[in-house]
Structure formats: structure tokens, C-alpha cells
């Protein structure tokens, strides 16, 4: 089975990382009518937890950085369809309430919509510049942040631009996350590595038809 990553939705502005609604829609009507289930994050991860069969013709939504075009302009796509998905959240951005982000109101209400929240560091920085101090206290304070907005603990982190070496892995793990999630293209299967699970980009020049082919 394969994992999706998103970023905006519908942003002209941003068309390097943004997928139109109009490729949105027809991408999930593919997926509808060539018999692909979407699935919620959780029930992947439990089955790769307990080294279960994954469920063939299915795939994962997540969202990276929680822009808020997302909440404006996608999040009507998903309830279309009845789509569950995943959104990471970089909580800066959201607690200071840059422009192009969600609000926390807004994370919480998408919950309602089949959304879970994740976590994806405090500054969305390139973590493998950093020291094993910087990168603990990055951690530490959007986690607690996240703890803090959303009252739950995330059980989610995906790597600010899917970048990572060993020594990252080591010090994220220590948060006790079910999975961690890099952005690499690829299949997801019984032999991933629980805290390096591939997700394949999408947006607007990716072919739906080209991408399953490869992960199938």
C-alpha cells in the first residue's frame, strides 16, 4: 500500500507544492473508480505494528504543515469523498498564526471530518544541521505546544522535508511515537521500518495512474 503526502491545496501562489482541486477531485474520482480504498493512518500503522497483513488497493492521505489551504480549499474534496487523511503540524506557524496556516480551532475542527493531528516539529527546521541540543529542544517545545493546544499527545511525527539521518531517528524516537514518517518515494510494507515509513509527494504534475503502478 502506498502513502500520500500533500502540501497546499488550490494555491496559485505556491504551485511548486500545490495541487489544483479541479487534479484534487479527479485524482480521488481515479481512485474511486478503480476500486482503491483510503484508509486512516491509524489502522496502517496499527497492522505494521502487529505485523499483519496490509490491506491490498489501499492508500494513505497526510498533509504536511497544515497550510491553511487545506482547511479553505481542499478539506471540501476530502468530505466529497468521505476521505479520512493526516495532517502534520509544524505548531509555529499555527501558534503564532502566520497567514498561510491553520488556526488551532480550525486543526480541531477537521477532526471532525475523519482528520488526525500529527506532529512535525516546533520551526520546520533542516534537522540534520542542527545539534543534539538544538534538535531537543526543538522537539520539546513544539511537542509540549502540540500537548498543550490540542490536549492529546501526537502519535505521529513526520521529518520537516523528509530530511534525516541516524542520529535524528535516534533523538526523535525517544518521544515514543507510534511511526515516524520520511518523504521518499515507495511502497509501504510488513518489512518498513516503523520509524521510516515512505510517503510519495503528490501534486499537480503527479499522474495517479504512474504513482500506483509503481507502489502496486
Known sequence: MTIFAYHRFGDTKHPSTSISIEKLRKDFQYLKDNGYRVAPLK???????NNQPLPKKTVVLTIDDAYRSFYQNGLTVFKEFNYPFTLMVYTKATEKKYRDFMRWDELRDSMKYGG?????THTHPHMTHMSDEAIGKELQLGYDLFVKRMGFKPDYFAYPYGEF????KELVKKYD?????NQNSGAVSLKSDIYDIDRIAIGESSRMQTVLRLSF
Do not use: M, N
Open 43 to 49: 489502522e496502517i500503522v496499527d497492522k505494521l505494528k
Open 116 to 120: 488526525e493531528i500529527a506532529f512535525h
Open 165 to 168: 539521518d541516524d542520529r535524528v
Open 177 to 181: 511515537f507510534k511511526a515516524i514518517f
